[in-house]
Nanobody, 125 residues
Framework: QVQLAESGGGSVQSGGSMRLSCRASGYTYSTFCMGWFRQVPGQVREGVATLDGQGSAKYADSVKGRFTISHDNAKKTLYLQMDNLKPEDTAVYYC???????????????????WGQGAQVTVSS
């Protein structure tokens, strides 16, 4: 059974840093496209970053230069390092997997069929 479990959320002041982790199980990790998404209540869940099975990353324009997606194959864990956080980064962050593709086709949530439970990130000004 595929499971994705996020950890590392919390509260931080503007300009601070935080790292989210996503522990994966139930499938061959590192072979498929993985991603981070975020959602604010009342708004559409938006793509933040993706990492494909070959290690290529893509980022939303709003986080380029501030966020870094990476993984540790041995630990079967996906990370999202978030630096220079802004209040507008406040959201619930979700880890997701597209187990049908090695390469990521974009930041659309429609491509991802497996999701974690979410982790709240709150950035205060």
């Amino acid at each position: 059974q595929v499971q994705l479990a996020e950890s590392g959320g919390g509260s931080v002041q503007s300009g601070g840093s935080m790292r989210l982790s996503c522990r994966a199980s139930g499938y061959t990790y590192s072979t498929f496209c993985m991603g981070w998404f975020r959602q604010v209540p009342g708004q559409v869940r938006e793509g933040v970053a993706t990492l494909d099975g070959q290690g290529s990353a893509k980022y939303a324009d709003s986080v380029k230069g501030r966020f870094t997606i990476s993984h540790d194959n041995a630990k079967k864990t996906l990370y999202l390092q978030m630096d220079n956080l802004k209040p507008e980064d406040t959201a619930v962050y979700y880890c997701a997997a597209d187990l049908g593709n090695t390469y990521c086709s974009g930041l659309s949530r429609d491509n991802f069929g497996w999701w974690g439970q979410g982790a709240q990130v709150t950035v205060s000004s």
